[in-house]
Structures are given as C-alpha cells and as structure tokens.
C-alpha cells in the first residue's frame, strides 16, 4: 500500500534551467495538492488538481509555475527559469474522490537553486 | 484573513516530563482542525482530526483536544522519539478553504534524555 509518491527527492538547478517535479497519489486517490514550504515558515497551498482537470491554482505564482495533472501518469508541477528564491521543500498530497477526512503527504522534493 | 497560530515555536522537555502544544485559529466555519508530525526532511505525517469542540482523540502518549478557538497537542511522558516539528492546520466548511489546509507554522519538539 504506497502512499504519495514524489521525485526526486532532491532536486539542484541553476538558475534560469527549469525544474519538473512528480507526484503520484495515492492508490484510489484522484484530487492532487501541491504545498511549499519555504525555509522557517509554514507549508502554504498552491494548486489543487483533479485528473486533467485545474481546480484551484490561486496559491501558485503566476509567472513560471505551472501545474498538470494527465489522464496517465503523475502530476507534475513545473518550474521554468527558476531563481534563488524558488529554493523550497516541495510536497504532494492526495485524496479520495469523494471528500477527505485524512490528507496525506509525499516526503517532498527538496529544490535548491545555485 | 483566515489564521493559525502555533505557540510555543520551540520547546524543549526533559525525557517524561509531560507538556502541551496550542494552536489557536481564527476562521470563518470550521470543518476539521489537523495535527501533522514532520521530521527533519520528511513530509508530514498525519496524527488527527478534530471536528467539534469538545472532541478528543489519543494516539499513543498524544491526545488532541479541540474548543471554538483553539486546540491542545497534550504529549505525555514524552521520549526522545517524540522530538519532530508539529504542525496544526484548519480545513474552512466551505469555498476554497474547502480542499485547501492553512497551516501554522509549527512547534519544534525536543525531548533530552
């Protein structure tokens, strides 16, 4: 029984190369979620996903960032021409179809910019 | 603006002495209030759920409890192993708060042998 899968675990970029980052959900699991958190500060939302489908991308920057969900295959959330402050803790979490009473997490993509 | 407020942000125990975590939240309509544990470089782990005031829940030496403005992490006679950050977060009835968590920032554990 797998739970949130993401990869890589750690992920090193340049500045200005653009970073892909996976997560699959949970088996059974349709609606994505996708957190940052940012050094000494708390995980904050940035898009939720259903399969092919963007519900909510409302936390997410506009410029460079963007989220995808497919019929097969993980989510992924992508970053182009990534700079410094883009260096985060990444994390997936997934739910059911029908409404959630637990969320749970991946372990995170650990992002670092040089 | 919706909030979550952890305190204490760091906390040290001596191994068994026994202590509390708070969260306190202001939102309009809540629908659960959660409790994560996160390791150093690990995601967090779900510990529980609370939906109305007056509702407890025990996990082990953790017990959760939950009143119209805040909620209490009680840990009891705490180990070393109990030493992670803790986070709360507030899931709202309705709207995008909905599907989204707001967290706290967390409080930092750190039980000494």
């Known amino acids: 029984n797998a739970g949130v899968m993401q990869n890589p675990r750690h992920l090193v970029r340049r500045r200005g190369q653009e970073a892909r980052l996976r997560c699959s959900p949970m088996?059974?699991?349709?609606?994505v979620y996708w957190y940052r958190q940012l050094p000494e500060e708390g995980l904050k939302f940035m898009v939720y996903?259903?399969?092919?489908?963007?519900?909510?991308e409302s936390g997410m920057p506009k410029e460079r960032f963007s989220a995808e969900f497919p019929k097969e295959g993980p989510s992924i959330l992508r970053i182009q021409q990534v700079v410094r402050g883009d260096s985060a803790a990444y994390f997936c979490?997934?739910?059911?179809?029908?409404?959630?009473?637990?969320?749970?997490f991946g372990q995170g993509t650990r992002l670092t910019v040089v | 603006e919706d909030q979550v407020t952890q305190s204490p942000e760091a906390l040290r125990l001596q191994e068994g002495e026994s202590s509390s975590l708070n969260c306190s939240y202001t939102?309009?309509?809540?629908?659960?209030l959660f409790w994560y544990r996160q390791d150093p470089g690990k995601g967090p782990e779900f510990l529980f759920t609370?939906?109305?005031a007056g509702e407890e829940k025990e996990k082990e030496r953790l017990k959760a409890t939950l009143t119209k403005k805040e909620s209490f992490l009680h840990i009891t006679a705490p180990k070393p192993e109990d030493s992670a950050t803790y986070l709360c977060?507030?899931?709202?009835?309705?709207?995008?708060?909905?599907?989204?968590?707001?967290f706290g920032k967390g409080t930092k554990l750190s039980v000494i042998p």
């Open positions: 979490a997934s739910s059911p179809q029908t409404g959630w009473t637990e969320a749970f």
């Open positions: 088996k059974g699991h349709s609606h």
């Open positions: 996903l259903q399969k092919e489908n963007i519900i909510d």
């Open positions: 939102v309009s309509g809540l629908r659960g």
């Open positions: 609370l939906y109305s």
């Open positions: 977060a507030v899931q709202l009835l309705s709207g995008a708060g909905s599907y989204q968590l707001t």
